[in-house]
């Protein structure tokens, strides 16, 4: 309900601990997310630490719509990256006002 009214999620905290004013193991965001599928249409390439691996892949939706997710791959990912023309996985949470998914992250190749 509370996220329906546009909350990003709830604050859940032990009980049994004291407040304190900076981050605590007590406090636990949980926020919801959902998944959807992406074509990769491109490998983009990294930069520092990950200067000769991958940087982020360039996906195209179901809905035809192209964006890109750097994030939620390990190295070993970044190292062999999924086949162009593969199908990925990947979860977000909703859509900016363009209809881009929000905060993409790479979950795994679609087997």
Do not use: C, W
Request: net charge neutral; charged share 25%; proline share 5%.
């Amino acid at each position: 309900m509370l996220v329906e009214n546009g909350a990003e999620g709830l604050m859940l905290h032990l009980a049994t601990a004291p407040h304190r004013s900076s981050r605590s193991d007590a406090l636990l965001k949980l926020k919801p997310y959902f998944d959807d599928e992406a074509e990769v249409i491109e490998h983009l390439p990294g930069q520092g630490k990950y200067t000769g691996m991958l940087g982020a892949l360039r996906v195209k939706n179901q809905q035809g719509i192209e964006f890109s997710i750097g994030t939620g791959f390990t190295d070993a990912d970044r190292a062999n990256p999924p086949a162009i023309g593969s199908i990925i996985t990947y979860k977000y949470h909703g859509f900016t006002k363009n209809g881009v998914p929000r905060f993409a992250s790479f979950l795994r190749i679609r087997e």
